[in-house]
Nanobody
Framework: QVQLVESGGGLVQAGGSLRLSCAASGIIFSINAMGWYRQAPGKQRELVAI???????NYADSVKGRFAISRDNTKRTVYLQMNSLKPDDTAVYYC???????????WGQGTQVTVSS
């Protein structure tokens, strides 16, 4: 059974930074792509960033140049470094994996990120 545990969310002022972490278990971490999604109040869930097993990355246009996804296979952990945060980044952020046809089947419980103006 896949378990994803996120941490690192919180309240930050606009322009600030946060780093989210997600520890994974129940999967062969090194061969799985890992992703971060987010859902803001009243909005649909959206893909923020994804990192392949080989380290290739892809980002939503809204976060390019500000966010960076990385992974440490020895720690079975994926990170999301978020810089220059904006109030529009306020959302619950979810760690995901076990992608099939581009859709993740495993989700963490989510961590709240709130950016004040």
């Amino acid at each position: 059974q896949v378990q994803l545990v996120e941490s690192g969310g919180g309240l930050v002022q606009a322009g600030g930074s946060l780093r989210l972490s997600c520890a994974a278990s129940g999967i062969i971490f090194s061969i799985n792509a890992m992703g971060w999604y987010r859902q803001a109040p009243g909005k649909q869930r959206e893909l923020v960033a994804i990192i392949s097993s080989g380290g290739g990355t892809n980002y939503a246009d809204s976060v390019k140049g500000r966010f960076a996804i990385s992974r440490d296979n020895t720690k079975r952990t994926v990170y999301l470094q978020m810089n220059s945060l904006k109030p529009d980044d306020t959302a619950v952020y979810y760690c995901t994996t076990d992608f099939h046809n581009g859709i993740p089947r495993a989700w963490g419980q989510g961590t709240q990120v709130t950016v004040s103006s």
